[in-house]
């Protein structure tokens, strides 16, 4: 059988490297995007490269391109011509959105309408399947306990509505002009190879070397925001099942229940066994690490965002009766395996 050929923008990301190797294990020819960048910056595709296997059978590819640049992105699609592109690259930072509103607008919302403008112009209408990266971010602050693929969307910040244009272009290209294109509304997933500025992976490296006498303290913003947690691998294998579908339709991925950054703090120090006591209030607010007595955990001002999306929780019945969805990895799961993986990396 001829084998698939798919495009990654966004393969040296956290979900790039993961749905590369599920696309991969699938005897997927896999072309790769990125961004030139003045250091390396395929840490988590190393592995893939290096592997004989898949270097020798001619199945992976990494090509330069950027999103803010139609040339690169027109040039790519139309010499391979794939059957499926999962776009995910973006500016996914909500904190760096404020400061970038026009860098992020560029990437993350004029960035699909390219790849969608290359698949409608080059006659690939018929052939090319396209999958976006949609975010639960779209529903800011929704005045609902759950969020589904029916709750109003209330975007409240540059990412979130640089999101929203390219979650209804993605619609409208669908609905004009017959592209086989959906949007993935995935709430936020995590796992060792998160970047290291969101707030999970934050939360652990500095725990671990705090843990492992390498650090004193860390600073933390909201300790009250609560997230819909799951973990990468199985969210990527879902973006897959929505391009195998034999309709174009969106869909919610979530977990179903949510945690603060607070509990997902006390969580990673019980698993740590470091013995934690909050105190203080708002802003003046530090945790104490029982057998010193010292802090280690300090609120700081500089981590809060201009606006907050306070809650999250996602519910995900569509995908669990049409993509057979049930999520391999719990809250406490997802901890335990970013903890043990950051212990092993500064042992
Ligand atoms: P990530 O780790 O930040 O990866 C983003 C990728 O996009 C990286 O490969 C990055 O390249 C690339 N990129 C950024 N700007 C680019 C540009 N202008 N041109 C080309 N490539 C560019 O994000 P992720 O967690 O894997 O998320 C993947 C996608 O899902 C993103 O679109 C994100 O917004 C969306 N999403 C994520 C979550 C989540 O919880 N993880 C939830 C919902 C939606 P470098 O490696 O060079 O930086
Ligand atoms: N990054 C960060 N750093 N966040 C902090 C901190 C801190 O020091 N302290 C508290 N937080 C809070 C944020 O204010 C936010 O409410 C929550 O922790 C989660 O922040 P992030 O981990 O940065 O993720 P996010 O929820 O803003 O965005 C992620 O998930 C979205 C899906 O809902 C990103 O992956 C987005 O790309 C994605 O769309």
Redesign the pocket.
């Known amino acids: 059988m001829k084998k698939k050929i798919a495009i990654i923008t966004g393969i040296t990301g956290q979900d790039g490297s993961y749905l590369a190797e599920l696309l991969l294990k699938k005897k997927y020819i896999v072309h790769g995007l990125k961004r030139r960048s003045s250091l390396f910056n395929t840490e988590r595709i190393d592995h893939l490269m290096l592997d004989r296997n898949i270097f020798q059978n001619k199945n992976f590819f990494l090509h330069h391109a950027d999103m803010t640049d139609s040339s690169s992105i027109n040039y790519l699609i139309s010499k391979i011509k794939p059957d499926e592109i999962y776009n995910l690259a973006?500016q996914?930072?909500?904190?760096v959105s404020f400061e970038q509103p026009e860098y992020t607008a560029n990437s993350d919302a004029l960035g699909p309408l390219r790849i969608l403008e290359a698949i409608k112009n080059l006659n690939l209408i018929k052939k090319t399947k396209f999958y976006q990266a949609s975010?639960?971010?779209l529903y800011g602050n929704s005045d609902k306990k759950f969020q589904d693929e029916t709750t109003k969307f209330s975007p409240s910040s540059p990412?979130a509505t640089a999101?929203l244009y390219a979650h209804w272009t993605t619609i409208n290209y669908r609905e004009s002009y017959g592209i086989f294109a959906v949007n993935g509304i995935?709430?936020?997933h995590e796992s060792p190879r998160r970047g290291e500025?969101?707030?999970?992976r934050?939360i652990i490296i500095g725990l671990t070397k705090i843990k492992l006498g390498l650090q004193d303290y860390m600073?933390?913003?909201?300790?009250e925001?609560s997230?819909d947690w799951g973990h990468a691998i199985d969210y990527v294998e879902m973006m897959w099942k929505m391009l195998q579908q034999k309709t174009p339709e969106d869909f919610v991925i979530s977990t179903g229940k949510t945690y603060t950054?607070r509990q997902f703090i006390n969580y990673a120090c019980k698993y740590l066994s470091i013995k934690i006591l909050w105190q203080g209030e708002g802003l003046n607010e530090y945790c104490i690490d029982r057998s010193t007595g010292k802090k280690i955990i300090v609120v700081d001002k500089k981590?809060?965002?201009p606006n907050?999306?306070h809650y999250?929780r996602g519910r995900s019945k569509q995908a669990q009766k049409k993509l057979k969805w049930k999520p391999k990895y719990n809250f406490k799961k997802i901890i335990e395996e970013m903890v043990d993986s950051e212990l092993k990396r500064f042992k």
């Open positions: 973006a996914s930072h909500v904190a975010t639960s971010e990412y999101k995935l709430f936020n500025t969101f707030v999970s934050k600073t933390i913003g909201n300790l925001a997230r950054v981590h809060f965002r907050e999306v999250l």
